[in-house]
């Protein structure tokens, strides 16, 4: 087993959330340790936010608004997708994520409850996904948004269906968002990339469980190749949005993301990286910590610019 160095307050975060493994190793049991593991990590709504659940096309969608008028133009808004496998996680499993971002940058959150596998496995999310881009696009959720300061933003299996937008956007000759924020995505089905070895036995996500993962989503090895299941399957990367992408240390999809960052830059596309040192995977569900504090604060600097978030 690999010996890696951890902070006492990311080995608190794992004893804390060591009380949340599941009875069983059952797909129901899994879902209902994760929904308590997020619950868990989730603080009250901050009392400048206001949160709308909102049902359109069949979609299941939270928005998130900050207090006081909209500026010129509408809020600016961040499309966000959830992690979890592409088989766990709703509305109610993620605030943990947004309120950190909102306290932040002044912006609107797009929260997407997308199909899950493998009762809906690929393409149902990345479906889903490109539904609430274009209702966001066209204006049909609320008259407050702008329909142009727009970015998509996903971690881990998120960061999947965030990638796989803009990919897909592109395939489509349609506009991208104004930039694409990728927290340790996943981006591949390969396991060639040295991450996948040196950190097999990780915390929160191994090898053999992102494995699991991925042919739950894609059943079918041939979508496995599909550049918008994991991107970096894409012939090119030209024309992408800019990237923030942030990945971190002790996480088998750690390559994943600084492969997509490399590309992007050899083939011409904006990208900025963060290596979250002695950070783990599914370390973002406690922004109280001073090194995930400190990603989250980069994201923020990051969406601001891309923005023009004052």
């Not at 309120?99 to 797009?110: C, G, L, N, T």
């Not at 796989?164 to 000759?173: E, N, S, Y």
């Amino acid at each position: 087993m690999t010996s890696y160095v951890l902070t006492p307050a990311i080995q608190a975060l794992l004893e804390r959330s060591a009380h949340f493994t599941p009875l069983d190793n059952s797909l129901n049991a899994r879902r209902v340790a994760f929904q308590a593991l997020c619950r868990a990590f989730t603080p009250a709504t901050p009392g400048n936010l206001t949160l709308h659940d909102i049902c359109l096309d069949g979609l299941s969608l939270r928005l998130y608004l900050p207090a006081g008028e909209p500026p010129d133009g509408g809020w600016p808004v961040m499309l966000y997708l959830h992690g979890g496998g592409w088989s766990m996680g709703n509305l109610d499993s993620h605030d943990w994520f947004v309120y950190p971002v909102m306290q932040r940058v002044p912006i609107a959150v797009v929260a997407v409850a997308y199909r899950l596998a493998p009762e809906q496995p690929y393409p149902a999310a990345l479906e889903d996904t490109l539904t609430a881009w274009h209702l966001l696009r066209r204006g049909a959720l609320r008259p407050s948004l702008s329909t142009v300061r727009m970015l998509v933003c996903g971690e881990s299996a998120g960061g999947t269906l965030a990638a796989a937008l803009c990919v897909a956007l592109q395939t489509q000759g349609q506009v991208q968002p104004l930039t694409q924020v990728l927290l340790y995505p996943v981006l591949t089905a390969s396991e060639q990339l040295p991450s996948a070895r040196e950190c097999a036995d990780a915390p929160f996500l191994t090898s053999a469980a992102l494995k699991a993962s991925i042919e739950t989503y894609l059943p079918n090895p041939e979508d496995r190749d599909a550049a918008t299941a994991m991107p970096l399957n894409a012939l090119t990367l030209r024309g992408l949005a800019s990237a923030f992408i942030g990945v971190v240390e002790h996480d088998p999809l750690r390559d994943h993301g600084i492969e997509y960052h490399c590309r992007l830059l050899a083939e011409g596309v904006a990208s900025s990286l963060y290596v979250g040192e002695g950070l783990v995977h599914g370390c973002l569900r406690d922004a109280g910590i001073t090194e995930v504090a400190a990603l989250y604060d980069r994201v923020a600097d990051h969406v601001r610019a891309a923005l023009a978030v004052n």
